[in-house]
């Protein structure tokens, strides 16, 4: 998988949770996920009302396994306002990662993004490095530096 910056999505500006899960699933349609954003989000709804995929420290694992998603990845989405996201800590939420995974791919591939996104995200210093670029580019190298494959 080769992240970049179209992948990238800054100054998030949703006033709930539900509207950001549609804005990701929208966002998904541009970076070629997806040309089904409506049954893309209801998968997302869908695993949310299972648990909450709130973290701690500000981040959410949203993620979608659907027969509309064309290929395994994610999107980062960093949020202009914090949202009130269920969270293990119960602070709000302030970055999130949305995972798709095709049906093909829902055992080892998702487990193992999942994996990876969690392993980064117990490391204070990848959270701190995340939140203090600015440029696409260099998140989306930071990014494919500490997740990879």
Same mark, same amino acid.
């Given at each position: 998988m080769?992240?970049?910056?179209? #992948?990238?999505?800054? @100054?998030?500006?949703?006033?709930?949770?539900?509207?950001?899960?549609?804005?990701?699933?929208?966002?998904?349609?541009?970076?070629?996920? %997806?040309? #089904?954003?409506? @049954?893309?989000?209801?998968?997302?709804?869908?695993?949310?009302?299972?648990?909450?995929?709130?973290?701690?420290?500000?981040?959410?694992?949203?993620?979608?396994?659907?027969?509309?998603?064309?290929?395994?990845?994610?999107?980062?989405?960093? /949020?202009?306002?914090? /949202?009130?996201?269920?969270?293990?800590?119960?602070?709000?939420? %302030?970055?999130?990662?949305?995972?798709?995974?095709?049906?093909?791919?829902?055992?080892? %591939?998702?487990?193992?993004?999942?994996?990876?996104?969690?392993?980064?995200?117990?490391?204070? #210093?990848?959270?701190?490095k /995340?939140?203090? /670029?600015?440029s696409?580019?260099?998140?989306?190298?930071?990014?494919?530096?500490?997740?990879? @494959?």
């Amino acid at each position: 998988m080769n992240f970049s910056a179209d #992948d990238i999505f800054l @100054e998030v500006n949703v006033a709930s949770v539900t509207a950001f899960l549609t804005y990701a699933a929208e966002a998904a349609v541009n970076a070629g996920f %997806t040309m #089904d954003p409506k @049954e893309l989000n209801n998968s997302f709804l869908e695993r949310e009302q299972e648990f909450s995929t709130g973290l701690e420290d500000g981040f959410a694992i949203p993620h979608a396994k659907s027969v509309v998603i064309k290929k395994t990845g994610f999107l980062y989405f960093r /949020l202009k306002n914090p /949202l009130d996201w269920p969270t293990y800590d119960h602070k709000p939420v %302030t970055d999130v990662f949305a995972l798709m995974v095709p049906p093909e791919n829902a055992g080892n %591939t998702h487990l193992k993004m999942l994996a990876n996104l969690s392993t980064a995200l117990l490391e204070e #210093d990848f959270k701190v490095k /995340l939140r203090t /670029l600015t440029s696409k580019t260099k998140i989306a190298d930071f990014i494919n530096q500490k997740i990879g @494959e």
